[in-house]
């Protein structure tokens, strides 16, 4: 069974002040004013993913929950709408993280990209029932994007928490 990541080396325990940064700056980034540019993706679905699948006794629903009020409010969206497609993303990762954890970062992807199709749909769907219009197709490739992009955020969301290297002849780890 291969790693996860290239790296052999041994990690840290992730710190609670990194993670809520990491979903600070997420936060931050979603509300970034670039209009509607289809290829963005959710950045707080994204690295809710990433711990929810890394640490999902520190990173759970309350957690997602709080992230979708907090996303809801900003983005003057239906209220719960994104709280909802959150909670259920940090379960369905919660959920399958000891299973994604298994595989290699390309093919845990592939897991990642549906669950992040499914909050995009869960929203689509809440927004449709209100009486919105539909965004078109091109709306869901930020998912395809989010994806993409899980293999360079585990490597930065990871460095913190790389051990340094030290040699030591006299310990097998």
């Excluded at 929810?52 to 759970?60: A, D, G, H, N, Y």
């Excluded at 907090?70 to 709408?81: E, K, L, P, R, Y």
């Excluded at 390309?106 to 749909?121: C, I």
């Excluded at 809440?126 to 994007?145: D, Y």
């Amino acid at each position: 069974m291969q790693p996860t990541h290239s790296s052999r080396r041994i990690l840290l325990p992730v710190k609670a002040w990194f993670i809520f940064l990491t979903l600070a700056c997420a936060v931050f980034a979603n509300l970034v004013p670039l209009g509607r540019f289809p290829i963005l993706p959710d950045w707080v679905a994204l690295t809710l993913a990433f711990w929810c699948i890394r640490e999902p006794l520190k990173v759970s629903m309350g957690t997602a929950f709080m992230l979708g009020l907090i996303m809801d409010v900003a983005d003057a969206s239906i209220m719960g709408q994104h709280a909802l497609a959150y909670v259920l993303l940090a379960f369905t990762a919660g959920q399958l993280s000891r299973r994604i954890l298994w595989f290699p970062l390309l093919e845990q992807a592939l897991h990642v990209f549906p669950m992040l199709l499914g909050t995009q749909l869960i929203m689509l769907l809440t927004r449709l029932i209100a009486g919105a219009e539909f965004p078109g197709f091109l709306w869901f490739i930020s998912s395809l994007v989010g994806a993409a992009l899980w293999y360079p955020l585990t490597y930065l969301l990871l460095l913190p928490q790389y051990r340094p290297v030290e040699r030591d002849d006299n310990r097998p780890i």
